[in-house]
């Protein structure tokens, strides 16, 4: 077996560097750094996948692309004991699964349009004051269901926590933080993880 992730440094791959760290699996990191002026990442992801985007899983030189995939693909090669993925016959699998998406879905393209926006000079845009009621909307099911739910994957953790992780950091440095208690419980408990530690570790 030979796992690589490939990782560009700054990037929503250190939820899958998470991930990996959680599973206890053997694997390398291939690290990549952005440009300094474009921010982009360098050609030799192109190499790797035609998107040229990270991550990049490649195992046994099959290379798969896209985040929610790679967490699917890793729980189901490397989770035989579900100890990080429900089962699909337990009550918390359909929570799970929509939260493992959410991760690049919904709740999550306005933070990362705030960063386009930036990007683009487009504050005080009508396009921003749309965004920032769509985070508002997110964070407030973010911080409801985490109210109910010890995890975003229901009862235990979950690769859902380590895919939902990246963007809640986006959330931590808003100023009215101090409003979605739950989360903030949430993120407390999560990154006192060894994994999460470990991730820290590798270079983020
Ligand atoms: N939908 C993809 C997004 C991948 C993506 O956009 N990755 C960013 C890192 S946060 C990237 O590689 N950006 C550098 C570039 O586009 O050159 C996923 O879920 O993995």
């Known amino acids: ?16 560097v998470w991930l990996l760290e959680e599973l206890e699996v053997p694997h390398e990191i291939v690290h990549y750094t952005r440009n300094t002026e474009t921010n982009l990442a360098p050609e030799s992801l192109l190499e790797v ?21 790679i967490a699917e693909y890793l729980v189901a090669k490397y989770d035989p004991d579900h100890k990080l993925h429900p089962r699909s016959d337990d009550e918390d699998f359909p929570k799970y699964i929509e ?46 269901h985490l109210s109910e739910n010890a995890y975003f994957g229901g009862k235990n953790f979950s690769a859902a926590d380590c895919l939902m992780g990246f963007g809640l950091l986006f959330v931590s440095m808003r100023p009215d933080f101090g409003d979605y208690p739950a989360i903030k419980e949430w993120l407390e408990k999560v990154q006192a993880r060894p994994a999460f530690q470990r991730m820290l570790a590798v270079g983020i």
């Open 99 to 144: 939260w493992v998406h959410s991760a690049e879905g919904s709740p999550f393209l306005p933070f990362l349009m705030s960063v386009y926006i930036r990007v683009a000079e487009a504050e005080g845009s009508p396009l921003e004051a749309r965004m920032n009621e769509e985070q508002l909307k997110a964070i407030r099911f973010m911080n409801q």
């Open 49 to 69: 996948h035609p998107m040229g985007k990270s991550p990049l899983l490649e195992d046994d030189g099959v290379v798969i692309a896209e985040t929610g995939a």
């Open 1 to 16: 077996m030979s796992l690589k992730l490939h990782h560009l440094n700054a990037s929503r791959s250190q939820r899958l």
